[in-house]
T-cell receptor, first 113, second 116 residues
Framework: GENVEQHPSTLSVQEGDSAVIKCTYS??????FPWYKQELGKRPQLIID?????GEKKDQRIAVTLNKTAKHFSLHITETQPEDSAVYFC????????????FGSGTRLLVRP | GAGVSQSPRYKVAKRGQDVALRCDPI?????LFWYQQALGQGPEFLTY????????KSGLPSDRFFAERPEGSVSTLKIQRTQQEDSAVYLC??????????????FGDGTRLSIL
């Protein structure tokens, strides 16, 4: 079935460095790719999303890139801050029912002060 | 309220008991979703409502799981004869439009269900 693979599972960076999280998806008909940030015991919060007709999207320190041919997309966080520490989830919509999101297994990001 | 509200935040039940989890979506949101999130994993889709109509329940693990949204706003997820494997965080999300195309989903804080 459709799946989304995410890596790395954990990522530790020094404050001010960049962080990159990568995801691959299997359903070539997927057309919507959101990223969520989840702090411990809190709700997943949408931080950025991209649709399949766009290759890159940026919002301040956060950017997402999409390569439809290779079926992978990445989250880039620049100038990381300790408050960026959280678990990040990528997701891809299913091609046959695009409201249905398939989530990756998450990346635990730790930003060291 | 400004966001999706879920209650209770924590629920402990004995195996075999029935539980009911409530979701108050953002006012006016047409689409409502339920997800199950196991420890250390991403959310997994359970079911989708457009207004009061349950259009997709393909993710419900068994017939012990039942969801409703009778008036197109508040939704309840019910689990009958709970089992230990039902222990998880149950997340509710809502979107303002009909979800024919992928669109941002706004999540609640979830209900952490523990089955003893």
């Amino acid at each position: 079935g459709e799946n989304v693979e995410q890596h790395p599972s954990t990522l530790s960076v020094q404050e001010g460095d960049s962080a990159v999280i990568k995801c691959t998806y299997s359903d070539s008909a997927s057309n919507y790719f959101p990223w969520y940030k989840q702090e411990l015991g809190k709700r997943p919060q949408l931080i950025i999303d991209i649709r399949s007709n766009v290759g890159e999207k940026k919002d301040q320190r956060i950017a997402v890139t999409l390569n439809k041919t290779a079926k992978h997309f990445s989250l880039h966080i620049t100038e990381t801050q300790p408050e960026d520490s959280a678990v990040y989830f990528c997701a891809a919509s299913r091609g046959d029912s695009s409201y249905k999101l398939i989530f990756g297994s998450g990346t635990r990001l730790l930003v060291r002060p | 309220g400004a966001g999706v509200s879920q209650s209770p935040r924590y629920k402990v039940a004995k195996r075999g008991q029935d539980v009911a989890l409530r979701c108050d979506p953002i006012s006016g949101h047409v689409s409502l979703f339920w997800y199950q999130q196991a420890l250390g994993q991403g959310p997994e889709f359970l079911t989708y409502f457009q207004n009061e109509a349950q259009l997709d329940k393909s993710g419900l693990p068994s017939d012990r799981f039942f969801a409703e949204r009778p008036e197109g706003s508040v939704s309840t997820l019910k689990i009958q004869r709970t089992q230990q494997e039902d222990s998880a965080v149950y997340l509710c999300a809502s979107s303002p439009l009909r979800a024919w195309e992928g669109q941002p989903q706004h999540f609640g804080d979830g209900t952490r269900l523990s089955i003893l």
